[in-house]
């Protein structure tokens, strides 16, 4: 360097660890960070190393991976594990990869099936089948195959799954799991028809399977299948008396078929099973008083609906949707729409609403009625009254003061479809 810089060269020379890592924190200059971590690299420094891969700009970290190499390979191994997964900068992460792709340290496999996890988590879903890329390489039997297909499916990446499947079951046709993941992942891509298909074929290998026997049932549901869902149901709770999803999946069938009572006669046999279990898991108490909360709501029996969604709640207070669908049922209630229709419609109605204010809720509004504010185009919601009254008094509000046709022809809120229709309004505000 100048007279007017600090002298590397010489740091280095008297293994200045301490003013080389100094001058690296706190010398903004490019040319001199990237020349203090290549004295970092000849002194095969790991300490400094490891502080020039998180400095702040890119080149010096992409410059300290390239210095890896001097030291100790399994703790360069770590310190590239670590950025594969953290680092959002894409020239440092691809840096990485490529020097992670050198090693023979270890179990490779492992450890980029460690790293495509970690990134599926962090939903950093194309840096993951990167390395399920690598993991394949390493290992391409079918167990590698079927195992990243379902780490992808369990994360919702059911388009990035589907290869994977289809190449397993190219491997493996006598394999039920190829058919199942494929008929989940078109499941997920709402390609009910062929997803049934394979389903079906996964079933007649193994008719005992009760994850592929709980995807049919699904495509059932979605096909409006009600006969064959309770008659798949029956069949799984032969295999397995205790399997408490097949109960409640039984009594939504039943439900949807008019059949009101038997529905209910399932959930109170999965409840017994439940109670005859040495721990009770809340989770297993929180789905089926979901769903006796909706059969109650599909018979009208208001009183016993509120009760079984607030039993939910109990069971797991942090319920979001237990929660909507408890919220969802009296603003239903308070605008005479909870026992209209057929039973059906009550249930549709029920769930439409619930499922649009847990997507408010997951879009970032506070509450639901911003939503609904935002939705239908009210500039502002102090028109409603108070902002700080509840949602059900805010919407007691817009039902009053509102008429009916300042919501023609709009249907963004499930609520909204409903109201010029099927609700009276007076003519002028009080």
Same mark, same amino acid.
């Given at each position: ?9 010489? %740091? ?6 301490? &003013? ?36 702040? $700009? ?6 300290? !991976? ?41 179990? %490779? ?5 460690? !790293? ?10 194309? $840096? ?52 199942? #993941? ?14 049934? $298909?394979? +389903? ?59 059949? /009101? ?15 005859? =279990?040495?721990? /009770? ?5 929180? !789905?089926? *008083? *979901? =769903?006796? &909360?909706?059969?109650?709501? /599909? ?18 207070? $942090?319920?979001?949707?237990?929660? =909507? ?28 609403? +619930? ?21 239908? #185009? ?6 409603? #009254? ?45």
């Amino acid at each position: 360097m100048s007279l007017f810089g600090p002298n590397i060269k010489k %740091m280095k020379e008297r293994k200045d660890v301490e &003013g080389l890592i100094k001058e690296l924190n706190t010398n903004k200059d490019l040319k001199v960070s990237i020349e203090v971590v290549k004295a970092l690299r000849e002194l095969k420094h790991s300490n400094g190393l490891m502080k020039a891969l998180r400095n702040d $700009n890119p080149e010096v970290r992409v410059e300290a !991976i390239s210095a890896l190499d001097s030291i100790d390979k399994t703790e360069a191994t770590k310190a590239l594990v670590d950025i594969l997964i953290t680092e959002s900068i894409e020239i440092v992460w691809q840096r990485a990869f490529k020097a992670l792709s050198t090693f023979t340290t270890g179990d %490779m496999r492992k450890i980029w099936i460690h !790293i495509a996890t970690e990134l599926l988590k962090n939903k950093t879903y194309q $840096n993951a089948l990167i390395c399920f890329g690598k993991v394949e390489e390493i290992s391409p039997d079918k167990e590698t195959i079927v195992g990243i297909g379902g780490a992808l499916m369990d994360c919702g990446k059911d388009e990035d799954a589907l290869p994977y499947f289809k190449k397993f079951l190219n491997i493996a046709p006598e394999d039920e799991r190829g058919w199942g #993941g494929i008929a989940s992942c078109l499941l997920g891509l709402k390609k009910y028809e062929e997803a049934l $298909n394979y +389903a079906k074929k996964a079933i007649d290998i193994n008719p005992k399977n009760l994850g592929v026997r709980d995807i049919l049932s699904s495509i059932y549901l979605k096909r409006e299948e009600y006969e064959e869902l309770a008659l798949l149901s029956r069949g799984t709770l032969q295999i397995n008396s205790k399997d408490l999803k097949s109960y409640v999946t039984l009594s939504e069938a039943l439900s949807l078929l008019g059949k /009101m009572n038997e529905a209910l006669s399932e959930l109170k046999k999965a409840l017994e099973v439940v109670h005859q =279990q040495e721990w /009770m898991k809340p989770e297993d108490l929180n !789905i089926i *008083h *979901h =769903q006796l &909360g909706i059969v109650y709501a /599909m018979k009208g029996e208001r009183d016993k609906a509120l009760s079984h969604f607030q039993e939910a709640l109990g069971t797991l207070p $942090n319920d979001e949707w237990a929660r =909507q669908l408890k919220e969802s049922y009296e603003i239903l209630d308070i605008i005479g729409l909870a026992l209209k229709g057929t039973p059906e419609e009550r249930r549709g109605r029920l769930l439409g609403l +619930a499922s649009q204010r847990t997507e408010a809720r997951e879009r970032g509004y506070n509450n639901a009625t911003e939503k609904v504010v935002a939705e239908i #185009g009210i500039e502002d919601a102090r028109l409603w #009254g108070d902002s700080s009254l509840s949602d059900l008094n805010v919407i007691k509000g817009m039902l009053r003061f509102w008429p009916a046709e300042y919501f023609n022809g709009v249907n963004h809120i499930y609520l909204v479809k409903f109201l010029d229709q099927q609700i009276s309004y007076p003519e002028d505000r009080d």
